[in-house]
């Protein structure tokens, strides 16, 4: 059929003004129902020309809580159905699949690849269309935006504290045609992870190891989960975030010292030969004890 590689913006207002509104969800193009509802309608607004309207997108975005844009919904997932995002609607546009993609994708952000490249929309219009920068334009996605200071759309992202909406967009248009948004790693790889850390940490606190010696190997352990995470998120699509197990780690790690160091200063006011640190390559054993009001010690040489 025809491809028609243009789409449109819609933007989604408040779900509260839903029943105010007399535009029917059904009057949509890619509309994905998960129960269906013929009347139902849905507050909007959208392009004025009708033969725009089979070609629209939610061009709306989801920060985190924080306020801090790190993903996009590919899939805008309203209670009752879906709307395809601006996002989608491109790839639609295009002749492109997108039946695979997740209804949320993590953006992967360019920070090691340099931004996109930004043409003025003037310059656009007065270049020679056999130019270089004309025909680097030949089957190209282009995102048609504003970027004017006070006219433009910014947000803080998870590599800039502002960035424009077309950056954001590029961005999950070109994780979303090139499959390079950012994999979450299994929940479950993660609970092993921390199960392991805990129980490593544990049993280095009941070995009589001497404490510089265990931070040394806890500081090692901490740095070596940092170094995945980072290497992960700069190099791959997978995002193995370990900052959770991490700061669960350290928690144990006070905890196991706070316990041997409770135990250790506990054993002075008891009957009986205290509990010492075992150094490597010591040649000499000093016992000291202590019985009623008789305190003494003696040195041993150890064969």
Same mark, same amino acid.
């Given at each position: $059929?025809?491809? &028609?590689?243009?789409?449109?913006p819609l ?9 105010? !509104?007399?535009?029917?969800v059904?009057?949509? #193009?890619?509309v ?11 507050? @909007?607004i ?9 070609r /629209? ?12 844009? &790190? #993903?996009?919904?590919?899939?805008w %997932? ?5 709307l ?7 790839m639609l ?11 949320? /994708?993590? @953006?992967?952000? &360019? ?29 190209a996605?282009?995102?048609l935006g %504003?970027?004017?200071? $006070? ?5 803080p992202?998870?590599?800039? !504290? ?5 950056e ?7 994780d979303? %045609?090139?499959?390079?948004? =950012?994999? #979450? ?5 993660? @609970? ?12 280095? $606190?009941? /070995?009589?190891i ?19 995470? /980072?290497?992960?998120v700069s ?9 959770g197990?991490m ?5 144990v ?6 316990? &041997?160091?409770?135990?250790?200063n506990? !054993? ?11 150094? !490597?390559?010591s040649?000499?054993?000093?016992l000291?004890? =202590? ?8 040195k041993y040489?150890?064969?």
């Open positions: $059929g025809l491809i &028609r590689p243009i789409a449109f933007i989604r207002l408040n779900p509260k003004n839903d029943v105010e !509104s007399k535009f029917k059904a009057n949509l #193009t890619g994905e129902w998960i129960n269906t509802d013929e009347s139902a309608t849905i507050a @909007l959208h392009p004025a020309f009708p033969t725009m309207m089979d /629209l997108g939610v061009a709306d975005q989801k920060p985190d809580p924080d306020g801090i844009v &790190r #993903t996009y919904p590919f899939n %997932v309203e209670p009752n159905y879906k395809p995002s601006i996002v989608k609607a491109t546009s295009a002749g492109l699949d997108s039946k695979s993609l997740p209804d949320e /994708l993590t @953006l992967n952000w &360019r920070n090691k690849k340099g931004a996109y490249q930004r043409l003025s929309f003037a310059d656009v219009l007065s270049m020679d269309e056999k130019s270089p920068e004309a025909l680097a334009l030949k089957n996605f282009v995102v %504003v970027s004017a200071p $006070g006219i433009g759309q910014i947000k992202t998870a590599v800039k !504290s502002i960035e424009d909406d077309n954001i967009l590029a961005t999950a248009l070109d979303a %045609v090139n499959g390079s948004y =950012f994999r #979450t790693a299994p929940s479950w790889l993660l @609970l092993i992870v921390t199960i392991t850390l805990i129980w490593l940490i544990i049993y280095l $606190g009941i /070995l009589r001497s404490a510089i010696k265990i931070n040394q190997i806890f500081v090692v352990l901490q740095a070596a989960l940092a170094a995945i995470t /980072l290497l992960a190099y791959t699509t997978i995002l193995v975030d370990l900052s197990p700061s669960f780690a350290l928690l790690f006070a905890g196991v010292k706070i316990i &041997r160091m409770m135990s250790d506990s !054993s002075r006011g008891k009957p009986g030969y205290r509990k010492l640190d075992i150094q !490597s390559g040649t000499e054993m000093v000291v004890g =202590f019985r009623r009001n008789i305190v003494g010690y003696k040489i150890a064969w």
